[in-house]
């Protein structure tokens, strides 16, 4: 029972992301869908997680001023503890030019989950759509 993860390289496999984010962002946390499903806006690179044949979760990234940002983490919640996250987070990190900066947003919720992954919080947290957030870099730097 091993997780795949790996790039989204179709219509078919977009869709299904799509609909991951739909059921984690919109229907779980009440996340407004005209925020959530702004790919359109966005130029991003998305992964797909395969457990069993069954897709569970999803991310992206993208460029932006500051450097590489991680996005749109979304895991089915029956598949939470399979270390789904994890395994997306490492193929992503592995992908990426680490001369550059690499951040993310993480819910307030998360922030444990990255600091185990290497990130470190800076700044003070702050909120998103009605969400406590905290911005957390790659590498882990000293305090």
């Known amino acids: 029972m ?17 609909s991951i984010r739909r059921k984690v962002f919109v229907e779980e946390q009440n996340i407004p869908e005209n925020i959530e499903m702004d790919d359109e806006l966005v130029q991003s690179i ?5 457990l069993d044949k069954q897709y569970v979760g999803t991310a992206r990234w993208r460029n932006t001023d500051l450097g590489i940002k991680l996005e749109r983490f979304a895991v089915l919640s029956e598949y939470r503890s399979y270390g789904v996250g994890t395994a997306m987070t490492k193929f992503i990190l592995k992908q990426l030019d680490h001369s550059k900066l690499i951040y993310l ?29 905290q911005k957390m870099i790659f590498p882990k730097v000293s305090k």
């Open 2 to 18: 091993g997780i795949n993860v790996k790039y989204v390289n179709n219509d078919k496999e977009k869709d299904i992301c799509l």
């Open 46 to 50: 998305c992964v797909c997680a395969i």
């Open 105 to 133: 947003n993480a819910q307030e919720s998360a922030i444990s989950f990255y600091e185990k992954l290497g990130f470190n919080s800076m700044g003070p947290k702050f909120d998103e759509v009605g969400i406590p957030h």
